[in-house]
C-alpha cells in the first residue's frame, strides 16, 4: 500500500525531507525549482504532511516535512520493498 495514496513525485519529495538534525521533529527543505515541484509541495501541504514558502524574490520556493509528513516518511520506508 503507498500510504497515504502518494504519486510518484508526492512520494520522492516526502522521503528526500528528511528529519534535521538538530531535533528530528521537522524536516530539512527541499528545493522547489520548477511548476511541477511547486505542484507536488502544494498537494503534500493539502494533505497536512509539510509546509511550503516562497518564492521571495531571487530566492527559490522550499519545502518541509512537518511531524505528520516525518511519521508518514517513516511508515513509507517500512513498507515491504523499501
Given at each position: ?17 528528511g528529519p534535521d538534525d538538530r ?25 497536512g504532511l509539510g509546509h511550503r ?14 511531524a505528520m509528513g516525518l511519521a ?11
Amino acid at each position: 500500500m503507498t500510504w497515504p495514496n502518494l504519486s510518484a513525485p508526492q512520494r520522492k519529495m516526502l522521503l528526500d525531507s528528511g528529519p534535521d538534525d538538530r531535533t528530528g521533529r521537522e524536516g530539512f527543505g527541499i528545493e522547489l525549482r520548477t511548476g511541477a515541484d511547486y505542484a507536488v509541495a502544494k498537494a503534500l501541504e493539502r494533505r497536512g504532511l509539510g509546509h511550503r514558502e516562497g518564492p521571495g524574490g531571487a530566492l527559490p520556493g522550499m519545502y518541509w516535512n512537518n511531524a505528520m509528513g516525518l511519521a508518514v516518511r517513516a511508515a513509507v520506508l517500512t513498507e515491504p520493498g523499501e
